[in-house]
């Protein structure tokens, strides 16, 4: 419960009609899109400016209070679950797209707009935002920089990082800064780059302005199925190796292709073992020429069918099934947990007979949806909560993905660290580099008040000695230390 | 484990509560999450709150009735659902346990009873309907503006112009097919749509006609129980169900049409109402099978009777119990193609509600009103000379927002095309 005088500051901060207090309201805040990890906040808020998120940023600092900021709480890794005693800061009444310069190519908004909104707004002007997550019909652009999101098409035109210019930022103290240059030469050192990927760790973001792209001349697609997925990733790999970068190489498994059937029927083989989605975009010549090549390499490696999309209607039908193919995994699993993890491209045939003997191990199913071009797998772990699969679920989640690091990886390739991952963090970095992003935190928020407990492992969170964690040689000298 | 705090009877079941994997892809094409951006005002947010009630963690009284008061029942939600959550079996569990185990405050018990003391009665809507046209006549609605309490205004300005003529007209029970018979129907002439929108009826009879179909239209059919299936009274609307089924099964028909998007989903719907009364269940399950929307049946046949040249910009707005809740989107718009000259628009944010809901415009007026205006802003973004759509509660709660377009039932369209005359000029009846 909060005190008194804090609720009373947070109302005055936002008004009391933007201000959730009901325990049975609070309840629907408790966790994110991932549901294993639930925690009840003490208090919501809805801001509907900035001005309104810097005084209630304020008034958490005054009365030392951790907050959260949520956005459509899409988010995989559990980082926008509140804190205990804290409050969540939403940012669900901010959802203006403020400004769209089609002469400039770029876009203001809120940090409450969803990815797709922001390309539905720019269509009339020949343009688009290129990042594009799965989730991109309901998550924010804020969740977006937070998490610095990618999706299919980020193999070809970068992250999120890649196309945000300039952000207003409330920092954890409630003063309000811009961070970036609306240029692409950015100076001194970039701050907004760290902010970008900091999950809501650095301060609350506001506007934000984001380049914008011109819809590409032409885009091809094929969908091409293949008799295992060691031939897909062949392809994969010849692809990047004749000098050819498409705009997206997606790579489903079988299981993931019956899941995105039965809930969309895109028009995939339900029996096949593998299959690519190729898509090519820019000036035609370029594009029908690099396409025949796309052909003959699928052809090498013993495609059993290649679907080319003939009509826009058509190409938006094999992405249907590729997008819905996440959620779609509840239609043949009552639970499931959406891993991230990062593989060197060549070996991604590997990690892929790994997870599937470690599957076989834990006797849980294991479904594959990934970012081919990227080495960015989604393994989807299957199980039953009512069954009391749960820990075993998460368990073979975790081992996968520090599975990941083990072969010259990364433990997340866009959902985040968050809550999920942070007591793996250890696995891949050093205690140096550990202490070096805890400085840089400490520099934005002293009290720790800002998302607490997400992305760096704490020793309350992940035990006396998290991972292979071992202090610092500055750390037992007492120079520095951890919370 | 706490006991649940639903009752035994139908709570919603364990296994389509688990079924959402809170991925919140629901969110944007809810339009209360549209209007307050709150997570239990969300489809998400409402199956987790139904999630701790059957888990016996929060009560029903308080919060999560008032969050499930405040749901449209529009469905957009299982449209946009890629994991193929059912929400509408579980919100048709979860309101007559409302309705059941949650005592009202006095006023809205009242208002309440007071709908379905009116609505579901033909005789009594036409005393009603005089009252209106009493009421319009007097100038009235101007006074009521100022003097209302919120609900009762909604209620007032939804009043249709009513015309006793044809609120008092009935329907002739046998209507021939020109030509070749193709099919033998039966036509559900509704409640509302009887009183209020008697022309789409005869409309519809004359279109099935020119169309190769004989028309049978029984005079001892009432209410089919939508609106209080909807609203969670369920004793009432199993009790409709059954009188609908007993009147039109014994009409030797190949299919049931329905003109009005609410009845025809709860219509198709009765075998999975009547599901646990072995009397009823095979003979529910016959009735809804044979079920079809005026424009699904349309559709399924090769045009016949020759369309003439109307040359209009068409908007084309999906009711929500249409489109949503059937899946019946693509039937209305080729039925609507086959008349020359229409050029068919889609509304931007299509998929969104326009407020109507049953008796949502009149027992959450204020969403409702903010849902309807949202609804006029994007049909006039369009600028269409009609607005064309399948269920009166649309047409009355779009009427409300819009008094320069037209408005029409698609087969008032298609009547005014095969007749040859004006869409907004008076039919022609023999
Ligand atoms: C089915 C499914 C598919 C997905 N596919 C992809 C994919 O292809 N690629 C991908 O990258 N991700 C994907 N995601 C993950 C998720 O959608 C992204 O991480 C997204 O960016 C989160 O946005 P959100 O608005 O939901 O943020 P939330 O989940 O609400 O929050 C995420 C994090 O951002 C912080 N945050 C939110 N808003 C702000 C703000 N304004 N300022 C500061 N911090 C903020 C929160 O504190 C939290 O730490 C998917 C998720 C689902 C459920
Ligand atoms: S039925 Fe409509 S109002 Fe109700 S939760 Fe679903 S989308 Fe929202
Ligand atoms: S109802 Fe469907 S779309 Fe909505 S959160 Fe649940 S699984 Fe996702």
């Known amino acids: 419960m909060l005190d008194r005088a804090a609720h009373d500051a947070l109302v005055a901060a936002v008004g009391s009609e933007n201000v959730i207090s009901d325990p049975v309201q609070l309840r629907s805040y408790e966790c994110d899109g991932l549901t294993g990890f639930r925690q009840t906040p003490s208090l919501v808020v809805l801001p509907r400016s900035t001005e309104d998120v810097a005084q209630a940023v304020r008034a958490c600092h005054r009365h030392w209070l951790p907050f959260v900021a949520r956005g459509a709480g899409t988010g995989l890794s559990g980082g926008a679950m509140p804190v205990a005693d804290g409050v969540v800061i939403s940012l669900q009444r901010m959802r203006e797209i403020v400004h769209i310069d089609p002469v400039d190519r770029r876009a203001v908004l809120q940090p409450g707009v969803t990815n797709l909104d922001i390309t539905k707004a720019a269509a009339a002007h020949g343009l688009y935002y290129a990042p594009d997550p799965s989730s991109q019909q309901v998550c924010t652009i804020g969740g977006n920089v937070a998490e610095n999101s990618g999706g299919a098409h980020c193999l070809k035109y970068g992250f999120t990082t890649n196309h945000v210019l300039s952000m207003t930022v409330v920092l954890p103290d409630g003063e309000v800064v811009t961070l970036g240059e609306d240029t692409d030469e950015q100076l001194g050192p970039d701050l907004r780059g760290v902010v970008i990927g900091s999950e809501g760790t650095l301060g609350i973001v506001c506007d934000i302005t984001v380049r914008l792209l011109r819809v590409p001349e032409t885009v091809r697609t094929l969908l091409a199925e293949f008799p295992s997925v060691t031939a897909a990733g062949d392809v994969v790999s010849d692809l990047v190796a004749a000098g050819i970068i498409p705009a997206a190489v997606e790579m489903m498994d079988n299981l993931a292709i019956q899941a995105a059937e039965k809930a969309v029927g895109a028009g995939y083989t339900l029996t096949t073992p593998a299959a690519l989605v190729v898509e090519l975009d820019g000036p035609a010549s370029e594009c029908e020429a690099q396409f025949d090549q796309v052909r003959t390499i699928c052809e090498r490696h013993g495609c059993t069918r290649l679907h080319i999309a003939e009509t826009a209607a058509e190409r938006a039908k094999i992405w249907k099934g590729r997008k819905a193919a996440f959620a779609a995994v509840g239609r043949i699993s009552p639970d499931y947990i959406v891993q991230d993890g990062v593989v060197p491209r060549t070996r991604l045939a590997e990690v892929l007979s790994r997870i599937e003997d470690m599957g076989r191990d834990a006797g849980l199913r294991v479904a594959n949806v990934f970012h081919a071009g990227d080495g960015n797998l989604h393994p989807l772990v299957l199980f039953d909560d009512d069954a009391g699969e749960l820990e075993r679920a998460e368990q073979l989640s975790t081992d996968i993905a520090e599975l990941c690091v083990e072969l010259g990886g990364s433990l997340s390739g866009e959902h985040g660290i968050g809550t999920d991952k942070a007591c793996s963090m250890p696995r891949m970095f050093g205690e140096a580099d550990l202490s070096t992003m805890d400085s840089v935190r400490a520099a934005f928020d002293l009290r720790r008040l800002c998302n607490p407990g997400k992305l760096l492992p704490t020793p309350r969170l992940c035990g006396e000695k998290p991972g292979r964690y071992r202090p610092h040689p500055l750390e037992e000298a007492g120079v520095i230390e951890r919370l | ?430």
Not at chain 2, 199 to 224: F, I, K, M, S, Y
Request: charged residues 25%; proline residues 7%; contains cysteine.
């Open chain 2, 1 to 430: 484990m706490t006991d649940s705090s639903f009752d035994a009877t139908n709570p919603p079941s364990r296994e389509l509560l688990n079924d959402c994997v809170h991925c919140g892809f629901c969110l944007p094409t809810c339009p209360t999450y549209q209007l307050w951006g709150e997570e239990m005002d969300s489809p998400r947010g409402r199956i987790y709150l139904m999630d701790l009630a059957e888990r016996g963690e929060i009560e029903l009284e308080g919060a999560f009735t008032e969050h499930i008061d405040a749901c449209l029942g529009c469905m957009a939600c299982v449209t946009s659902c890629p994991s193929g959550v059912q929400y509408d079996r579980l919100l048709e569990a979860t309101r007559p346990q409302v309705e059941r185990n949650v005592p009202r405050a006095r006023s809205d018990r009242w208002f309440r009873n007071g709908i379905f003391a009116l609505f579901p009665y033909r005789r009594r809507l036409r005393a009603a309907a005089i009252g209106g046209a009493l009421y319009q006549k007097l100038r009235l609605p101007a006074l009521a503006e100022r003097v209302l309490p919120p609900r009762l205004r909604a209620a007032q300005a939804l009043m249709p112009q009513v015309r006793l003529r044809s609120a008092f007209a009935s329907l002739p029970r046998r209507v021939r097919a020109e030509g070749e018979p193709r099919r033998r129907v039966a036509l559900l002439s509704g409640c509302v749509q009887d009183v209020f929108f008697h022309e789409v009826n005869t409309a519809t009879q004359r279109v099935l006609a020119a169309e190769g179909c004989e028309v049978l239209t029984p005079r001892d059919q009432g209410c089919c129980g939508a609106l209080g299936l909807h609203a969670g009274r369920e004793p009432h609307a199993r009790e409709r169900a059954k009188q609908t089924i007993a009147t039109f099964e014994k009409l030797p028909v190949d299919n049931i049409v329905v003109n009005v998007a609410g009845c025809g989903s709860s219509m198709k719907e009765y075998g999975h109402l009547l599901a646990d009364d072995p009397e009823w269940t095979d003979r529910a399950e016959a009735f809804s099978a044979k079920v079809r929307d005026i424009t699904e049946l349309l559709a399924e046949l090769e045009p016949r009777a020759e369309r003439h040249r109307i040359d209009a910009k068409v908007a084309y707005h999906d009711a929500c119990h249409l489109g949503h809740a059937q899946g019946i989107r693509e039937q209305p718009r080729s039925v609507l193609r086959t008349v020359p000259g229409v050029d068919l628009v889609d509304l931007p944010d299509a998929e969104i509600c326009c407020g109507s809901a049953g008796i949502y415009n009149m027992v959450n007026p204020e969403p409702a009103e903010e849902l309807g205006e949202r609804k006029a802003r994007n049909v006039q973004a369009v600028s269409p000379d009609l607005l064309v759509t399948a269920n009166p509660g649309c047409l009355l709660q779009l009427r409300r927002y819009l008094d320069n377009v037209p408005m029409l039932h698609p087969v008032q369209l298609l009547d005014a095309s095969i007749q040859g005359r004006r869409p907004t000029e008076a039919p022609m009846t023999e």
